[in-house]
Nanobody, 124 residues
Framework: QVQLVESGGRLVQAGGSLRLSCQFSGDTFTNYAMAWFRQAPGKEREFVAAVSWSAGSTYYADSVKGRFTISRDFGNNTVLLEMNSLKSEDTARYLC?????????????????WGQGTQVTVSS
């Protein structure tokens, strides 16, 4: 059974940086494309970034392109999301997701496994 556990979320000032981490366990990490989504209260789940199973390809939402970077740490079975130049509109619960396919997807319905999320709050 795949388990995804996120960490790293906290309160940060606008313009600041954070690094989120998603620990993967329960299966072969390299069989999964991985992604980050976010959800704010009263809003739909929103795609943030995805990385292919080989880390050869990455995908970003237009709203975070140039500010966020997704990567994989194969030694630790971890997916990282480096977030810079944070804005108040980045405030949300950030969720890690995994799918058994080689490339990522922006559609949350394509993902097989989800973590519980970690809260990021950006104060202006």
């Amino acid at each position: 059974q795949v388990q995804l556990v996120e960490s790293g979320g906290r309160l940060v000032q606008a313009g600041g940086s954070l690094r989120l981490s998603c620990q993967f366990s329960g299966d072969t990490f390299t069989n999964y494309a991985m992604a980050w989504f976010r959800q704010a209260p009263g809003k739909e789940r929103e795609f943030v970034a995805a990385v292919s199973w080989s880390a050869g390809s990455t995908y970003y939402a237009d709203s975070v392109k140039g500010r966020f970077t997704i990567s994989r740490d194969f030694g630790n079975n971890t997916v990282l999301l480096e977030m810079n130049s944070l804005k108040s509109e980045d405030t949300a619960r950030y969720l890690c997701a995994g799918m058994t396919w080689y490339s990522g997807s922006e559609d949350p319905d394509d993902y097989d496994y989800w973590g519980q999320g970690t809260q990021v709050t950006v104060s202006s």
